[in-house]
């Protein structure tokens, strides 16, 4: 029988009664103090470490009360330092204190608020007992989509040519397609060291990159300022939130890779099946972002690649903006950082836009951002995470917007706004070898993920 603590604010006392409750009809054994615990007793205090220490799992019921509970903290420190499972739930979005999150946040948490509650029930005695119970999960709002999937195959089976190696079964994708919230995906880490191939047994591939280095397209990029630091995606761990991890690289060492895996189908399928398998070894590669924008009337925002991008599909049509990612977007918190998505789509939208820094929280609904994947570039060894973000301002005036301010056309030249179903069709084109041409390679996936986001009708 799993053994449980159950952490809680004493203004919860319901609440755990309840869950304990529950719990124990599924089997378990509960330390709920209020019933275990006599407090008038000197021991008490050896007595609710004991408790804890003899339990497999600590179930954290969070509330306004207990996030800001100093009991509640020592309990959490505790079973962090003794390696017990915790399993946060909450029945409401709540904040939560920078002292909590620290032993909390590592964990899989469970919104009983995303499910109903027969189903949120259901799922915190699965994570308790293991077992799984009789019905499926459904979240409370749930998107149902079933047949956009059926354009899978048609889309990501091939990985050369452009294509997309990492399918719906192949990337990271949130359960009921409703997204990661910007604090779900927590930077956990950052190498600062360059990426060697010897740290991955690979030490004769770094010979092979330092001739590279003295070829004329690398001394070009040189002279012109573009083998600047570049932060690769080094690891990943996914359970409710995903945990990122960073290493230092340069954009001659990704170059250096895509150079071995372009036109190299056996070596674009060794990849794939790399990346699907999450392997610990990850190879160079450009960590980037890429905004799929809405505006108030339900556009989605597509843009034309300026020719001046040569080596990404010049003149082709994206449905996305992309921006890799920054030191400056999180060099201030690096260490379990929950905030880097949003300053790095706040930089996207200046730099990339030329959104002025005080019409950003103007303009930009920041509610509504959304991580919807983690994708992978099966045709140059690249990821990216797709983000969803609403702007308060409709199709016309985010065109007479970017008309106002002296935007570059370095990135892109034009605007071309799509509906929900038009972008379902851009998914639908890749099937059409011509029509395939017309589009960024990365635009089929981030369409599909669009109308998945959006439920469009069929």
């Not at 709002?141 to 089976?157: G, M």
């Amino acid at each position: 029988m799993e053994k449980v603590f159950i952490s809680y604010s004493s203004r919860d006392h319901e609440w755990a009664a309840d869950v304990c409750r529950l719990l124990e009809e599924h089997g378990a054994v509960c330390f709920l103090d209020q019933r275990d615990l006599d407090r008038t007793k000197s021991s008490w205090a050896a007595e609710l470490v004991r408790a804890l220490t003899e339990s497999r799992h600590a179930v954290l019921l969070l509330s306004r009360s207990s996030a800001v509970s100093n009991e509640v903290l020592n309990e959490m420190a505790n079973a962090s330092a003794r390696g017990i499972d915790i399993i946060p739930v909450l029945k409401e979005n709540i904040p939560i204190p920078e002292e909590l999150m620290y032993y909390i946040r590592k964990y899989e948490w469970i919104h009983l608020y995303e499910y109903s509650e027969e189903n949120g029930e259901e799922l915190l005695c699965e994570r308790v007992t293991g077992k799984k119970t009789h019905s499926e999960h459904k979240m409370a709002v749930r998107i149902d989509t079933p047949e956009l999937t059926q354009y899978e195959d048609a889309c990501f089976a091939g990985i050369n040519n452009g294509g997309y190696g990492a399918g719906l079964d192949k990337c990271l994708l949130q359960n009921g397609v409703s997204g990661w919230k910007p604090e779900d995906v927590v930077l956990e880490e950052v190498n600062y060291s360059d990426f060697t191939f010897a740290s991955i047994g690979m030490a004769e591939l770094d010979a092979a990159y330092e001739e590279y280095c003295q070829t004329r397209e690398v001394q070009k990029m040189r002279n012109r300022g573009n083998d600047r630091t570049r932060w690769m995606l080094a690891g990943i761990y996914q359970n409710r939130k995903i945990f990122i991890t960073l290493q230092k690289t340069r954009y001659s060492m990704t170059s250096f890779w895509w150079n071995q895996v372009r036109h190299n189908e056996e070596m674009q399928k060794k990849m794939a099946r790399h990346v699907f398998d999450m392997e610990d070894e990850f190879y160079p590669n450009s960590f980037c972002l890429h905004l799929i924008l809405e505006t108030q009337d339900e556009y989605l925002i597509g843009t034309r690649i300026s020719n001046n991008k040569k080596n990404d599909y010049g003149r082709s049509i994206a449905v996305t903006v992309g921006e890799q990612i920054s030191e400056i977007d999180f060099a201030s918190n690096t260490v379990n950082n929950d905030q880097f998505i949003h300053q790095w789509v706040k930089r996207t939208m200046i730099e990339e836009l030329n959104f002025k820094n005080e019409d950003y929280e103007r303009y930009v609904d920041l509610s509504s951002i959304r991580v919807l994947a983690l994708s992978y570039e099966g045709d140059i060894y690249n990821f990216a995470l797709p983000v969803f973000v609403r702007l308060k301002m409709d199709s016309e005036g985010f065109l007479a917007y970017l008309n106002t301010i002296n935007r570059s056309i370095d990135e892109f030249t034009d605007i071309i706004p799509f509906t929900a179903q038009e972008a379902l069709d851009i998914t639908r084109s890749y099937a059409d070898a011509e029509k395939r041409t017309m589009y960024h390679p990365s635009s089929f996936l981030r369409a599909l993920l669009y109308a998945m986001y959006k439920g469009a009708d069929q």
